[in-house]
């Protein structure tokens, strides 16, 4: 049955979803320790849910292999199942029904009879401060409540893998930190975390590990650091004064380093690598000289952002 | 947090209590959607009234001769209508990823199906009392008494079963519950109108009688009839049974196919 400890969590092979001509998922490998919160990170499309659903066996792949807690996806589906809880994109749950109702529908299913079904259900309400909304229908709660109730209802038994997709998607930032912070006491407690999401800041945040993926193929993967370090360690950003002269600095700016500059339209800012200081202050010397006034310039480490759009567009 | 420390999973349940805990759901659903009965019994009910007094009179003599050839017939009509809204609650289920919760429970895999079922034979039978009850009141009788009618509803539950399936199927293929609607009143009102439910086939032209006298509506309709008025004949049931059977044997697996397929 489950491999000794120390063992991955997901040992995924080659996976492939094919959808029609699309192929959704192109070749996937993941290698998630026990115990991690692993980031799957990449734009709407990427091919995020359609890993996550092979993965919950909630579709077949088309290729390669994967196995879950030591359980083989495809041969024993029903033991995976049994060490696994997913919270979808979309809440799981039924809205004409109460949140207690919910939650005592889902343990009577894991198998928790009458009175323990009861106590199991009042236990995840009061976890997660649903105690008061408890016996409203779920079609009048709101988004961080459905939420909260959702990621409750995965924990009925403790999982060994948690899938959360885009479990912050369309929160207000209170909300959001609230889950973040659920997500990070689970993981504490020895729950693998395997989450999509197209916030940078949330892999940032939130996972050990991060796998960058894009049109069905994972590009990159590491921890954040390790996915900045490999983009380049300086970051030269450079806000400009003027944006009307944002075409002409990108240009002075890519010339003088030989990298390819990021633009971001908002504020008027521009964001090249730099291979050293000393390059850095020359091409800012560079800007200076054309008459193009900064507004404001640092040198640091990419934000994740920025490592996104360098790996994304590489591709491109 | 204590809720989220180590909680283990309790011994399995069965597949019977799993498929137990969908028909609590069912039942849940009365309860906090009442209105959805509203929907089932109102177009009986104005079928019934219609019918009865407007052509009861010029179709058998009078209106409470008409009641009583007509009664059974429309059970059967309730029921094959509602297995229509069934097929449209699981599309709409499906469309909001509760579905996906379940598929990724380590339980039976029929059992959200099961379920749905119980609460559809609630409904059933709710929806074929509140007709039978206005037929009692406007002056129909069953000849052959209260196991008359018993054996009837034991009938229609089985007839719902079977047609259940077809919604079910729809519901699991078509993601738009209004779309899983609009075929499924394509397909069954000519079914309902080109029975023996409102009307004897024997002035219909003869292409049409052959047709009425073969279509599944019109022999379950007619076992209805022999079972309310104590005259049934085996061979009737067995007719009756053939369409809800045969549709269960096919449809069953299909519903499994698709529903692990998707």
Redesign the interface.
Known sequence: MNNGEGSLAIDARGLVKTFGELRAVDGIDLAVPRGMIFAILGPNGAGKTTLMRMLATLTHPDGGSASVMGHDLVGAPGNVRGEIAMTGQFASLDEDLTGRENLILLSRLWGFRGGAARARADALLATFELSDAAGKQVKDYSGGMRRRLDIAASLIVTPGVLFLDEPTTGLDPVARKSVWGMIRALAGSGVTVLLTTQYLDEADQLAARIAVIDHGRKIAEGTSRELKAATGSGFLHVALADPARLDEAAQLLESRLGASVQRSVEGATLAVVAPSARDANAALTALLDAGIEPADFSMGSPSLDEVFFSLTSKRA | ?????????????SAW??AL?FG??AV??FK??PEQLFDLVMTPIMFTLLFTFVFGGALAGSPGDYLQFFLPGILVQTVVFNAVYSGMGLST?LG???F????????WSL?PFAGLMVGDVLRHVIAGGIILTIGLILGYRPEAGILGVLASFALLIAIGFGMGWVFIVLGLLIRTPMTVMTIGFTVLFPLVFASNIMVDPHTMPGWLRAFVHVNPVSLMTTAMRGLMSGEVMAAQLVQALIAPVALTLMLAPVTLWLYR??
């Open positions: 947090m204590n809720a989220l420390q180590q909680v283990s999973r309790p011994p399995a349940p209590s799993n805990v609590w759901r849940l659903k906090h959607v289920d909001k990823g509760l996906d919760r379940f598929r990724s429970l380590p339980i059992a397929r998707r």
